[in-house]
């Protein structure tokens, strides 16, 4: 007792020529705020206790309704992997698949689809032309067949047999009437 | 209609040839919403979730001869929903060559812009929260807070002991904790 009193008076006469009541501070209107605060941290954090009431997400409608039907399909049809649609359109090794078709069909389009044209004398017509001319509606498919023959080439012998098989010409037939 | 079959009753059915697609349907009526919600707590998206509990039920439809009452039959079912949307979110990681973390992180951000969720900032806050739990703890959390799993029936899904989950459970609450009060 002798030391705490001792003790005690030392300490008072250190502090003695001290001014400050409180050596800690807060921030100012810290403790009017303090209140809101702690209720609104209460207020946040869910009851982890129990078990929550609260159902965030959401379906379309009508999805439970028709999943049965969907499952009942898959089952019936043997199919083994459900297939969405989207799924498919975004995986990339599909786009790229999708592209390459596209670019492949849209190429063979506009090449077999281009205007074809042949050389007259020096000019140059599309077949649509010719076909559309009178002229041509008046040549004798003997004058086709000499004009073909004189354009024939490796290349075009195919075309002379189309053309002979697409309008059922037996060749027999023309060279004996040569 | 479907409740009032026990799924003992249920599985009889479904092992006679003439009535095992009733039987069936009449299962997947009983356990559809349950499985879904699970499922689509942990891959975020309706339309994955959509996929893997068809895939879910395709599977069960294979495998539910082969049952033999060894685990409650929801356990069992419960199972293989977990097992699903995990295999899911490991393909998703590979198909894109990203890190657990970056599945997740994609998960939050979709959240947010999901039209088909509805909840508040602080459920906002909840989920993405969730997700940045580890796998295990997260799953936890999910079945024991949303769905309202007992911890014996945690075990028996996961496969795991009773003290573990209770241990999981309590550090995925302060995780969370912290991440609603810190944001």
């Known amino acids: 007792m002798k030391n705490e009193e001792f003790s005690d008076e030392k300490l008072k006469e250190l502090l003695k020529n001290s001014t400050s009541s409180q050596s800690f501070n807060v921030p100012k209107g810290y403790f009017e705020e303090l209140p809101e605060k702690v209720m609104n941290s209460i207020n946040v954090l869910p009851d982890f206790d129990k078990q929550s009431a609260v159902q965030p997400f959401e379906v379309p ?33 599909k786009q790229i698949i999708a592209a390459l078709s596209i670019t492949i069909i849209a190429g063979s389009y506009f090449y077999f689809s281009r205007t074809k044209t042949i050389e007259i004398n020096n000019s140059t017509c599309t077949v649509e032309e010719i076909s559309e001319s009178p002229y041509f509606e008046s040549l004798s498919d003997d004058d086709l067949i000499d004009f073909l023959a004189s354009q024939q080439d490796e290349n075009t012998i195919d075309e002379y047999d189309q053309y002979l098989l697409d309008n059922d010409i037996d060749i027999s037939q023309l060279e004996k009437s040569l | 209609m479907t409740e009032e ?65 060894d685990s409650q039959l929801y356990t069992w079912l419960y199972r293989i929903a977990t097992n699903e949307s995990i295999t899911f979110l490991n393909s998703k990681k590979k198909r894109f060559t990203i890190s657990f973390d970056d ?73 969370i904790e912290k991440y609603i009060l810190g944001s």
Do not use: C
């Open chain 1, 61 to 93: 409608s009508n999805y439970f309704e028709e999943l049965p039907f969907v499952i009942n399909d898959r089952i019936l049809s043997g199919r083994k992997e459900s297939v969405s649609i989207w799924k498919w359109i975004f995986n990339p090794t």
């Open chain 2, 5 to 69: 079959f026990s799924d003992q009753e249920l599985l009889e059915k479904f092992r006679e040839e003439g009535s095992r697609h009733y039987a069936f349907n009449l299962l997947v009526k009983k356990y559809q919403q349950r499985l879904y919600w699970h499922i689509r707590r942990i891959v975020i998206d309706h339309d994955d979730s959509n996929d893997i509990i068809q895939n879910v039920f395709i599977k069960v439809w294979k495998a539910l001869d082969g049952f033999r009452n």
């Open chain 2, 103 to 175: 599945v997740e992180h994609e998960l939050s951000d979709h959240l947010a812009s999901d039209p088909l969720f509805t909840g508040d900032k602080i459920q906002l806050k909840l989920q993405q929260a969730i997700l940045t739990l580890p796998p295990q703890q997260r799953l936890v959390f999910n079945m024991k807070y949303f769905d309202g799993l007992k911890y014996e029936q945690i075990a028996e899904i996961l496969n795991t002991s009773v003290g573990g989950l209770k241990a999981n459970y309590h550090h995925a609450v302060k995780k």
